[in-house]
């Protein structure tokens, strides 16, 4: 865990930004990887996540967005999934 909480994450989630990741998405084949897509962007715009902490928070992630009932939803959920768990990163490093 060597990521450090990014303040691009902690800011609203833009709807361009959202967006673009459901672009992404789309423009790949039928069978994307959602999840795999999301974490890429998001990594994409966080100058303190690296490969090995995408790798962890593939892992750890344990979220349906296939209950969401659009694609952007379903976009929001996993990237609110993804700063959950970097929340929790954070307050273990401080208790560390």
Do not use: H, Y
């Amino acid at each position: 865990m060597s990521c450090r909480r990014s303040e691009d994450l902690s800011q609203p989630l833009t709807a361009q930004f959202v967006e673009s990741i459901a672009t992404t998405v789309r423009g790949q084949s039928g069978s994307a990887d959602v999840q795999a897509v999301v974490l890429r962007m998001v990594a994409r715009r966080s100058d303190s996540i690296d490969l090995p902490d995408v790798l962890e928070l593939r892992s750890l992630l344990d979220v349906n967005g296939e209950q969401a009932d659009t694609l952007e939803k379903q976009v929001t959920t996993i990237i609110s999934a993804i700063d959950a768990e970097l929340a929790g990163w954070d307050r273990r490093e401080v208790a560390a």
